[in-house]
């Protein structure tokens, strides 16, 4: 478990505690459920239990949010029951080895290009404007903003 889970959880049992609120001329109460968190893939390092502190004027609430550790085996083994082989493998990804899959690699490829294509912007930008360009020709034949050449600028001059 980690820091966003322990948000995702609080924002979790904050939503179901407000739909289920009981509202009266003077007090508003509100009941959290009991949550979990499930841990697909974990570490030693991994907390059985998540404790989630809220202070209020009134006073400081804490309560307790168990992990269930190492779900994936007990899922695997459930689904994969007749196919050793598929289990095996699937067990062996899941224990830490990080899943590619051809969307991702687009994806991360499309990430770099597109960090290419910033980074060699930024450079002709910088050296249109150590040519004497303004800032509007520059934004114009680099396509960038001209706030974002109005910034470079002033780290090409300085």
Do not use: W
């Amino acid at each position: 478990m980690n820091c966003r889970n322990s948000i995702n959880v609080f924002e979790y049992d904050t939503q179901i505690a407000l739909e289920n609120r009981k509202l009266s001329s003077d007090t508003l109460t509100v009941n959290f459920p009991n949550s979990a968190i499930v841990s697909l893939r974990h570490t030693k390092n991994t907390p059985k239990v998540m404790t989630i502190r809220v202070n209020t004027p009134g006073g400081a609430v804490s309560y307790i949010v168990p992990g269930f550790l190492d779900m994936s085996r007990k899922v695997i083994e459930n689904l994969a029951v007749k196919y050793e082989n598929v289990a095996k493998e699937v067990c062996r990804q899941m224990g830490g080895k990080v899943l590619n899959y051809e969307a991702k690699d687009i994806l991360n490829r499309g990430r770099a290009e597109g960090e290419a294509e910033g980074i060699a912007r930024m450079q002709r930008a910088a050296k249109l404007l150590r040519m004497g360009k303004s800032i509007s020709d520059v934004a114009e034949l680099t396509e960038l903003s001209e706030e974002t050449v109005t910034e470079l600028a002033q780290t090409v001059e300085g």
